[in-house]
């Protein structure tokens, strides 16, 4: 049965009847009765920005899937390489597919050396690296004015591969700049966690040996964060690329909105936090807090969970793996506590708050020697298959430009008086 909603404007009694598809209601069908008349929802809650192929999310059961894919499933079996290609180019690579995309990357990887010279010896040297990349990938965009040309689908898979192939290489440059190393070229021999890894932490000429418990996690981690539906910083490259701005500039702009501690920057947040914190034993005092609206306990909460972030749960294991070659982190112990403790609170039970993918992960990359400016940058790295996935995607959609109304709140018509009596 076709299901649809039946609305009356009560001023002059005409009805409407609106069809419900998939649980979204089609706000031009409702226009045609009101015009003129807006739905008010400044954060989105309720409305639906994107008719989209890419990801599926259960909030209130706690599931995740990337293409009808099981995020545990893609967690366990799959690299980061083998995502970021079920994510743009829509499938699962098979072998020689898997093998010519990565040589595609590898090829891509490298920086024009302008990059090093120019861009990046110009900031500060205690610049965060997240001012650093969100400069950087927009500064990309002077490199390849072909990009622009957005509603080539050929062209715009041309920037994807780019994109996602240096992404680690400026995030290493960055981190390698502020602390005084010179910087690593990328090798195409190796698989692309591994590269960024070599690119991060080699020193000296012989080649950087990662461990492989320490590999699987980092790639794992990026799995977990490919893509993650209309976040904040997503929509924002769909509303920057409905503009038909370059991807350079609409990445940027995604990455600047990850920045933000509600969103990506929550997982730097999350270890200032409990480095404040200090000891387990402060924990109790430091819920009373959350509770009388001092702060936010960070890595909690999320607009679409009211269940636990499934994705939190594969990194609180991976965690564990990670402590037995690097040793436990100290900021473990509280962290553990905090969940505890939040999760017996009616403050947090009665909204629905559990720890989101921000909650364990920092310890991870802590533990792995990652400065915490750095931490979002991993997620951005992570992100950055599912930002281009979604920009692809809605371009090749034919879509409009976003423009949003408002609910004008300011003065009514007024004359302007002369500056003596302002
Ligand atoms: C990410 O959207 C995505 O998909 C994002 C993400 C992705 O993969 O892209 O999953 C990644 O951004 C994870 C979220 C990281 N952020 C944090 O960990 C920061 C801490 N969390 C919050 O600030 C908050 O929970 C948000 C921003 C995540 C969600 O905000 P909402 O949906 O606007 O929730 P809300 O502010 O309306 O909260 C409802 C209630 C409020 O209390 P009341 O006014 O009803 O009394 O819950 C309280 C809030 O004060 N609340 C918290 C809290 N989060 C919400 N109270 C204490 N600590 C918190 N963390």
């Known amino acids: 049965m ?40 400044p954060s ?15 909030g209130a059961q706690g599931l995740l899937r990337y293409r009808g894919y099981p995020i545990e499933q ?10 970021a290609h079920l994510l743009v180019r829509g499938h699962l690579p098979d072998g020689p597919q898997l093998k010519q995309w990565q040589s595609e990357i590898g090829e891509a990887a490298p920086i024009h050396e302008n990059f090093h010279k120019r861009i990046l010896e110009g900031f500060r040297d205690d610049a965060h690296a ?4 969100v400069s950087t990938i927009a500064a990309m965009s002077t490199f390849w004015p072909e990009s622009k040309d957005v509603e080539n689908p050929e062209q715009r898979q041309a920037e994807i591969v780019r994109l996602i192939a240096k992404m680690p290489t400026v995030a290493a440059s960055a981190y390698r700049r502020n602390v005084g190393l010179p910087y690593v070229f990328p090798d195409p021999e190796l698989d692309y966690t591994s ?34 539906e209309q976040n904040c910083s997503t929509t924002t490259a769909r509303v920057v690329g409905s503009a038909h701005a370059d991807p350079y500039v609409t990445i940027s702009s995604a990455a600047a909105a990850l920045y933000g501690p509600r969103h990506g920057g929550a997982n730097e947040a999350v270890l200032r936090m409990l480095e404040n914190i200090g000891n387990h034993r402060n924990v109790d005092d430091f819920i009373t807090g959350v509770k009388a609206g001092d702060q936010k306990l960070m890595g909690f909460g ?23 070659v690097t040793g436990t982190n100290p900021l473990l112990d509280i962290a553990l506590k905090l969940e505890e403790v939040a999760l017996n609170d009616s403050y947090f039970i009665d909204r629905s708050l559990y720890p989101n993918v921000d909650f364990y992960s920092g310890l991870i990359y802590q533990s792995m020697g990652f400065p915490v400016e750095m931490f979002t940058v991993l997620f951005a790295i992570g992100r950055t298959p599912g930002w281009l996935a979604h920009w692809d995607e809605m371009l090749s959609q034919n879509s409009r430009i976003a423009r949003p109304r ?8 007024r004359d302007v008086p002369s500056i003596d009596v302002r």
């Open 2 to 41: 076709d299901e649809s909603i039946t609305i009356t404007d009560n001023r002059t009694g005409e009805t409407a009847e609106i069809p419900l598809l998939d649980g979204t209601v089609s706000a031009k069908a409702w226009s045609n009765l009101l015009p003129g008349i807006w739905f008010d929802d």
């Open 44 to 58: 989105f809650s309720a409305t639906s920005g994107a008719d989209s192929d890419i990801t599926y999310l259960d």
């Open 74 to 83: 893609l967690a366990e079996t799959t690299s980061f390489l083998e995502v």
């Open 130 to 133: 997240m001012g650093v990349l």
């Open 195 to 228: 590269n960024f890894l070599s690119m991060m932490f080699k020193t000296g000429d012989s080649p950087y040996v990662v461990d492989p418990v320490l590999h699987d996690a980092m790639d794992m981690l990026f799995v977990l964060h490919a893509d993650h």
């Open 302 to 324: 999320h607009r679409v969970y009211k269940n636990y972030d499934p994705r939190a749960r594969i990194v609180k294991d991976a965690a564990h793996r990670v402590f037995e």
């Open 406 to 413: 408002q609910r004008y709140t300011g003065p009514a018509d």
